[in-house]
């Protein structure tokens, strides 16, 4: 594995319109592909499929030492996001402020995970990429990202809602509610439950779907189905649900608990803050190519 520079071999064209090289970085399911859908066809070694989600994980690491563009644009993400946090930001007007805050969340969120997506596809088909073809590549497919992000969290905060509701009407509908026969923190966790039991769900059925978008170049709808499927054959679904919950875990938790501990120098609050909210958004980005490896794994098992 290594970072490559564009050559024109990369650039060649089909007579579809789309260059070779961007069809061998798409990975989809067997059934959506025109010819054979075999291993050997779509040049991608056996021991991918065999890994596990923490070699999955340990793959991921190895291959942001490869390829430093993924660390300069998360390091460009990070740092803009730790001045964000300093006093000196707010020398600037406040829609400026804005503006910059918008362009970080929607890099951090969406820009960055379509060109993690785009490296992780072409190094498991022996295609590396270039920045060039990379960016070009995530570019193109942010729109579909997007609708997909906005599918996702509409569905995850809507359908919970909705499931739930009956059940709060049909709560409403006794004399006695359920404040009074039980305890209020009884009542108000039996409530959360309802919510995030389903909330939770529809989550973890669509994970992968930024993955279908952008490796597999589906459709919002497509994708949601694609990950929907994916999710409900994986034979270690208890397994997945862990890692991707430890995984998240830490990479949200870890800035907010380590500059908690007492360290009786002032000083080092501030700097543990900022190395500990900058690990916690690049392990992130690291569980960001292990969920597209396992996508790959899982969409030709």
Known sequence: ??????????????????????????????????????????????????????????????????????????????????????????????????????????????????????????????????????????????????????????????????????LFFLAGAFPITPVETVSFPVAAAVGVLLFAVPFLFFLFKFWFAPEACVIGQYGPLKSLRVSWRITSNYRRKFLLIIVIAIGNAVSLYLPTVLPQFETGLAVVHPVLHVISSSAGELLSIVWASAYAHIYVQEILS
């Not at 969340?105 to 820009?111: G, R, V």
């Not at 996702?152 to 739930?164: G, K, Q």
């Open 1 to 166: 594995m290594s970072e490559h520079t564009d050559s024109p071999a990369q650039s060649t064209s089909t007579g579809h319109g789309a260059s070779e090289y961007d069809v061998s970085l798409t990975i989809k399911d067997r059934d959506d592909v025109d010819g054979c859908g075999c291993l050997e066809c779509r040049n991608i070694e056996t021991t991918t499929i065999n890994r596990t989600a923490l070699d999955a994980l340990v793959w991921s690491v190895r291959l942001f030492r490869t390829y430093p563009s993924i660390i300069a644009f998360a390091g460009v993400i990070i740092l803009t996001n730790r001045l964000l946090e300093t006093d000196s930001i707010a020398l600037l007007p406040t829609p400026v402020i804005g503006v910059v805050e918008a362009v970080t969340a929607f890099a951090f969120i969406i820009s960055i995970r379509a060109y993690v997506g785009t490296i992780v596809a072409g190094e498991l088909t022996g295609g590396p990429v270039t920045i060039r073809a990379g960016l070009r590549r995530s570019i193109a497919r942010t729109p579909a990202l997007v609708g997909v992000i906005l599918i996702i969290v509409f569905s995850v905060m809507t359908i919970p809602f909705l499931l739930s509701l009956p």
